[in-house]
């Protein structure tokens, strides 16, 4: 009963083994096609099975045994080694670049630099104002002075002497007011005067010597009447000299008191010393 059990059991051993051994040489054969044939180690063979004998007389009563078949070997999954590839050349070694005075120095930690400020922005200077120029100082000249309005009077008392150097002009006590004869006798010495010549006028007027100072006025405005009389005839107010001598002596006691007396000066009498 035992054998009749096992019998199926071991057929059924015998077909996986079979189709094992098959399915190992299709994949040996793959194997051989992807590769280059190696040649393998034989496989070491399994020592058979020892048999017990059986005594014969049971040899006859009990069926043989079935052999299990031995498992097949394992295909051989050594597999060829892969082709050595040549060892690329060492790179070439890289040298440093060599080193300068200025790559040794220390580079300065930032944080241990001090933090600088940032100036203040610059603002655009405003331009130049503009130099102020004053105006010319505008000096005025000297005015010419107005022409002086003659006095003269029809009844004025007076008259014209010629002296050595001049005239002689004579006005009435107390006054300065020239006549007709004295004023035309003025426009005549005018009109004969020398380019170069100069003149000095030398007025008097009798007074006390308790106030000499109404002497002084009174022959001051008999001297501008003469003056003014030259003037209007065109001589220069630079080439008239005025005395104003009042009562003055001995200079009084030449003449009579109330005169004016005109002396002309040329440089050649100038020059010429007194007698």
Do not use: C, H, Y
Request: glycine share 4%; no cysteine.
């Amino acid at each position: 009963m035992r054998n009749r059990v096992l019998l199926p059991f071991g057929l059924i051993l015998l077909l996986a083994a079979g189709d094992a051994a098959a399915q190992a040489r299709l994949d040996r054969r793959a194997l051989d096609e992807l590769s280059p044939p190696v040649t393998a180690p034989a496989p070491a063979t399994a020592p058979a099975p020892k048999v017990k004998p059986v005594p014969p007389a049971r040899q006859r009563a009990q069926p043989s045994p079935v052999a299990k078949p031995a498992p097949p070997a394992p295909p051989a999954t050594t597999s060829a080694p892969a082709p050595t590839m040549p060892d690329a050349p060492d790179p070439p070694p890289i040298l440093a670049p060599p080193t300068t005075a200025a790559d040794t120095v220390a580079t300065p930690d930032p944080a241990a630099i001090p933090a600088v400020e940032a100036p203040p922005p610059l603002m655009p200077l405003a331009p130049p104002a503009p130099p102020v120029i004053p105006p010319p100082l505008a000096v005025p000249s000297r005015p010419a002075a107005p022409a002086p309005v003659l006095e003269v009077a029809d009844d004025a008392p007076g008259e014209a002497v010629r002296i050595d150097e001049g005239w002689r002009i004579t006005f009435g006590p107390g006054s300065a007011v020239l006549n007709p004869a004295t004023a035309r006798a003025l426009r005549e010495l005018a009109r004969s005067l020398p380019a170069q010549a100069s003149v000095t006028v030398s007025a008097f007027a009798p007074g006390t010597v308790e106030d000499p100072s109404t002497a002084r006025r009174l022959s001051l405005s008999r001297a501008l009447a003469a003056r003014g009389a030259l003037i209007a005839e065109g001589v220069a107010s630079p080439r008239i000299v005025v005395r104003a001598l009042g009562a003055s002596m001995p200079a009084i006691a030449a003449g009579p008191a109330d005169r004016v007396d005109i002396v002309i000066s040329t440089p050649a009498s100038q020059a010429r010393p007194a007698p």
